[in-house]
């Protein structure tokens, strides 16, 4: 079984390694600052990703801070309206989407940002999640206004639709653009669903799994625990995909919440052991920011690895998110952009800053005995409790099952659009979603987990080029559902007659 697995691995690896090499180099291509400081280099998908992030927030004068409060009104359920179009509340909504973001970026990807960058890392995290909470805002309200709302009730949004839909409005030329846009965001969507949202999140689930079983000599050591690992989290998967977006909902509502506060909980604990520790760290996260000490070149870097991970865990600009939240039931494209705003804060400015502190205040970060990733994020909980990794490995587990749910449904709508509405389609990608499951946690195939994120982050190309294009609607919609707000003419559905 061992020759067998490593056969397919390095098939698999060897078909993709020249066209994952070719992609990955393109799509993360960096520019040497060497005139700043030699050795830093400035990766041009994160500058494509943040600029939006601080273009939309100047353009909607800090919509996302003005919104808060009436984002988490909405996401109580205080203007349901169980009349409204749509699948989903916006509570199950926004459940979803953060399944979809919340994962092991969170525990490895702050972890490599603080060890490369050091603690100030986090400060400029924290800021790269506040600007692109605005691009998700954004991206929803667009999700939400050209969406496709079927007789039967079912619903389809996302990139897809407002690109071809939303760009044909403004003009036929730009329709034609459209088009091309929202079949290359599809094509995009389908490679990083299958890898990215699917194989990675199995593979590392696996990964740490039998990390804490004892390795390759315990339980999960055999040659065929990782497909036996797979099937079951395979069929995990495939009973809630199978009912679509509301099943999805159903279970993402109930298990985001836990997860979230079972792995803050977590982070807490670490945190109240080493509390006479707290002071020190906060401020070594924000003096090490601005540090002179680290000369330009020095903030630059450390600037880097802050916006760089926050982009890459919380996926504004990507367009990911404004798939599942165009299901929600609202005639107000608005209020979802409204929730939306919520997702980025909780996915980067919760949970990625507790890891960030926990991992800063423990001062695991500095150890170079370990590669900078989830072995630090653990020996920072092992430091507390022995067995604190069994709990890292289960928040691992769970991110992972939830994100893969998510991108599930995002591959499906993707699928959708280029082949049509139909069963067939739909139970074809399911089945094939779930086979990858079992594919992913059963083999290494590191060339086509570098080529899925690569596909993943191709997806904010045609994404934030029709932001642009769709600004000043976004801002209507924006502006004239605030104004109504503000009027009183939108109210609380207890205060309807």
């Known amino acids: 079984m061992d020759v067998l697995a490593a056969t397919f691995d390095e098939r698999v690896d060897s078909f993709f390694a020249p066209v994952s090499e070719v992609i990955t180099a393109i799509v993360f291509f960096a520019v040497p600052l060497d005139f700043i400081d030699e050795g830093v280099e400035l990766p041009l998908i994160v500058v494509w990703l943040v600029v939006a992030g601080f273009f939309f927030t100047i353009y909607l004068r800090g919509f996302q801070f003005r919104a808060f409060k009436h984002a988490i009104a909405l996401t109580r359920g205080d203007y349901n309206d169980p009349k409204d179009a749509g699948e989903v509340t916006h509570f199950q909504a926004l459940a979803t989407a953060v399944s979809g973001t919340v994962g092991l970026g969170n525990i490895a990807g702050v972890a490599v940002a603080i060890s490369l960058g050091g603690p100030g890392a986090t400060l400029w995290m924290i800021v790269a999640g506040l600007v692109g909470m605005c691009t998700k805002g954004v991206e929803c309200t667009l999700g939400v ?54 194989m990675f999140q199995a593979n590392q689930a696996f990964s740490q799994a039998q990390s804490v079983t004892g390795g390759e000599d315990g339980p999960l050591g055999g040659g065929a625990a990782g497909a ?3 099937l079951v989290m395979a069929v995990l998967v495939g009973a809630v995909i199978i009912g679509g977006i509301r099943s999805i909902a159903r279970v993402t509502d109930k298990l985001v919440p836990f997860m979230a506060v079972f792995y803050v909980i977590a982070c807490l604990t670490v945190l109240f052991a080493n509390v006479s520790a707290i002071p020190d ?4 996260i924000v003096s090490q920011a601005f540090s002179p000490e680290a000369g330009y070149g020095g903030i630059v870097g450390v600037l880097i690895q802050g916006f760089r991970r926050a982009a ?5 600009g990507l367009g990911s998110a404004a798939i599942a939240h165009s299901a929600v039931k609202t005639n107000e494209p608005a209020t979802e952009g409204h929730v939306a705003v919520l997702e980025p804060f909780i996915d980067t400015v919760v949970i990625c800053t507790m890891t960030a502190l926990a991992i800063v205040i423990t001062g695991t970060y500095a150890d170079e005995s370990s ?15 022995g067995w604190f990794p069994i709990v890292l490995a289960v928040a691992v587990v769970l991110f992972a099952y939830s994100t893969m749910l998510a991108w599930s449904y995002y591959g499906l709508k993707a699928a959708t659009y280029l082949f049509g509405e139909s069963m067939l389609v739909d139970r074809t990608w399911k089945l094939i979603f779930c086979l990858f499951v079992v594919i992913g946690a059963s083999s290494t195939l590191d060339a086509v987990i570098g080529f899925s994120d690569s596909m993943i982050f191709l997806m904010s190309l045609p994404n934030i080029i029709g932001l642009y294009i769709l600004a000043r609607v976004v801002k209507r919609e924006i502006y004239g559902y605030r104004e109504r707000l503000d009027s009183g003419e939108i ?4 205060q309807r007659s």
Do not use: H
């Open 312 to 316: 890459f865990s919380n996926e504004a």
């Open 371 to 385: 590669a900078p990733g989830v072995q630090t994020t653990s020996a920072a909980f092992e430091s507390v409790v």
């Open 145 to 198: 206004k050209y969406r496709n709302v079927y007789a039967d009730g079912r619903v389809s949004g996302g990139p897809m639709y407002y690109l071809t839909k939303g760009l044909k409005e403004r003009s036929p030329r730009l329709g034609t653009l459209g088009k091309v846009l929202a079949v290359l965001f599809c094509i995009f969507t389908l490679g990083g669903a299958v890898g990215g949202g699917n």
């Open 228 to 230: 036996v690992f797979g």
């Open 281 to 284: 760290a906060l401020w070594a």
């Open 491 to 494: 109210v609380p559905a207890q």
